[in-house]
Nanobody, 114 residues
């Protein structure tokens, strides 16, 4: 059974940086695509970043150039480095594993103050 546990959320001022981590249990992390999603109050969950098992990445325009997704397969850990944060980045951020099954973490709250 795969479990994902996010950490690193918190309160940061606009323009600041934050790094999220997602620790995965189980043995399929290294062969799975991984992603970060976020959901702001009253809005739908949206994709923030995705990384394939081979390290290819993709981002929506809203975060491109500010967010960087990375992974450490030896540590079964996914990261999201966020910089130049804006108040509109405020949301609960979720880690997601995409394989023959899909797994979600419990989420970590990021609040960006203006």
């Amino acid at each position: 059974q795969v479990q994902l546990v996010e950490s690193g959320g918190g309160l940061v001022q606009a323009g600041g940086s934050l790094r999220l981590s997602c620790a995965a249990s189980g043995s399929i992390f290294s062969i799975s695509a991984m992603a970060w999603y976020r959901q702001a109050p009253g809005k739908q969950r949206e994709l923030v970043a995705i990384i394939t098992s081979t390290g290819s990445t993709n981002y929506p325009d809203s975060v491109k150039g500010r967010f960087t997704i990375s992974r450490d397969n030896a540590k079964n850990t996914l990261y999201l480095q966020m910089s130049s944060l804006k108040p509109e980045d405020t949301a609960v951020y979720y880690c997601n594993l995409k394989s023959y099954l899909e797994v979600w973490g419990q989420g970590t709250l990021v609040t960006v103050s203006s």
